[in-house]
């Protein structure tokens, strides 16, 4: 496939604009149906949807323009956007497994990633062993004779463990398997997954990729074969295409993705810089982190590490997390990521108070942050740190 650079990518890439009156912005194509000229090209059509716009729950002409920008992104042949990051994950990995067969996963991926694999897979007869990713060396210790798929998500989005993409891969093709990897958390800008030899890459387009809280999308990338495989099974029949008006959305989106990444990039990086050195912290968890065990992997396969970081603040005091929580002014209470706002997430909002995974994660924040002055948002964590006692006197 021809190489395109990432401005001509994501401003030019896929846009036939001698096709509709040489208007600048594509049109948004907001029609489910297509006719055809005569019978004869009905039928040639009808026979061959894969590679012809008939349908919207096959092709649409502005969902078509995203696909060639996010196949290019992560330089696959080929790509599909659905309705959501699950329906994308879903449907990849269901196209590579029936019953009998076996998927050796990274512990704890996404939580309807885990849905998936854990409950709804085991009713068709699929079954998979969830490995600590951190050593290459467990996905080969948990393959069996049904083995047909690794499934990665490096790094994860809350402690950030990585997997070797490149050993993986290894393993995978001298075992005929075939890999998956969630690259939600890097964006195709800091990590390409296709180059380390995965098979097939996924990601959750509400986060980055769209990147404006506005929608919810996902993308699956790969082969010319393995697209066209998902496309006429899982992708027509479960029906979870993204809308032509979403679709049209997110190019927009992805035309500031390089200047969104790099100021999302470099502010984390100082915030990052500042919390680390704050006596009220314990523990910051982020890839670049000086202290990660796995920084040398993250210098090898991730070129950036967008907005995401962890802080363990030091106290385990319950009420004491949750007051700096509801202090922060600058931070929305949210869940999701990947918009120009910055958020923040109690590990504990996702569990029963005074559970036994409550008191585990009592003291551990997510951030994310977004486009905003980075300056104004360490100062909101400084300020909030103090309304709890935990007072920077350096
Ligand atoms: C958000 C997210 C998903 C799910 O994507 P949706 O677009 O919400 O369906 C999958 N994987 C990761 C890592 C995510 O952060």
Same mark, same amino acid.
């Given at each position: ?18 096709? #509709? ?17 005569? =019978? ?7 026979? &061959? ?5 008939? #349908?919207? *729950? ?33 449907? +990849?990995?269901? +196209? ?13 991926? #996404? ?7 854990? &409950? ?9 062993? #969830? ?32 997997? $070797? ?6 393993? +995978? ?28 890459? =996924?990601?959750?387009?509400t986060k ?5 809280s ?7 990338? +790969?082969?010319? &074969? ?25 190019? *927009?989106?992805? *035309? ?16 990052? $810089? ?9 523990? =910051? ?40 929580c509801?202090?922060l002014?600058?931070f929305l209470l949210a869940v999701s990521w990947g918009g120009y706002e910055s958020l923040v997430f109690p590990?504990?909002a996702g ?15 997510r951030f994310y942050?977004g ?8 100062? $909101? ?11 920077? &006197? *350096?």
């Amino acid at each position: 496939m021809k190489k395109h650079d990432l401005s001509e990518i994501l401003n030019h890439l896929g846009e036939e604009r001698e096709r #509709y009156f040489w208007s600048v912005a594509p049109p948004v194509m907001q029609s489910s149906n297509f006719s055809f000229p005569d =019978v004869a090209t009905m039928r040639t059509q009808l026979l &061959d949807e894969f590679n012809y716009q008939l #349908y919207t *729950r096959g092709n649409n002409p502005t969902t078509d323009i995203l696909r060639k920008k996010i196949a290019a992104l992560e330089e696959t042949e080929d790509a599909l956007v659905l309705s959501s990051g699950s329906a994308a994950i879903a449907s +990849a990995i269901m +196209a590579n497994v029936q019953t009998g067969d076996h998927i050796v996963s990274v512990q704890d991926p #996404y939580a309807w990633t885990k849905k998936l694999l854990n &409950d709804i897979l085991p009713r068709f007869g699929v079954k998979t062993t #969830y490995v600590d990713g951190t050593d290459h060396q467990n996905f080969e210790k948990a393959l069996t004779p049904d083995t047909k798929v690794i499934y990665l998500e490096t790094p994860n989005s809350f402690t950030f463990e990585l997997q $070797d993409l490149d050993k993986i891969a290894t393993l +995978a093709r001298t075992h005929n398997l075939i890999t998956i990897a969630d690259n939600s958390y890097c964006s195709p800008l800091f990590q390409k997954p296709h180059r380390f030899g995965i098979d097939i890459v =996924v990601h959750s387009a509400t986060k980055y990729l769209a990147g404006h809280s506005d929608l919810v999308a996902g993308v699956i990338c +790969a082969s010319s &074969d393995m697209i066209k495989k998902i496309f006429t099974n899982e992708f027509m029949t479960l029906g979870a295409k993204l809308s032509p008006q979403d679709s049209w959305l997110m190019i *927009r989106g992805l *035309r500031t993705l390089e200047i969104r990444m790099e100021r999302i990039d470099k502010s984390s990086r100082r915030i990052v $810089d500042y919390v680390s050195q704050h006596p009220g912290i314990e523990k =910051v968890y982020y890839p670049f982190h000086p202290e990660n065990p796995q920084i040398e992997l993250a210098n090898r396969q991730m070129t950036g590490a967008g907005g995401l970081f962890t802080l363990a603040l030091k106290t385990s005091d319950v009420e004491k997390v949750e007051e700096f929580c509801n202090s922060l002014k600058r931070f929305l209470l949210a869940v999701s990521w990947g918009g120009y706002e910055s958020l923040v997430f109690p590990a504990t909002a996702g569990t029963e108070k005074d559970s036994e995974q409550n008191n585990a994660l009592v003291n551990f924040i997510r951030f994310y942050i977004g486009l905003e002055d980075p300056e104004l948002l360490m100062e $909101d964590i400084g300020q909030a740190l103090e309304k709890i006692g935990l007072n920077d &006197d *350096r």
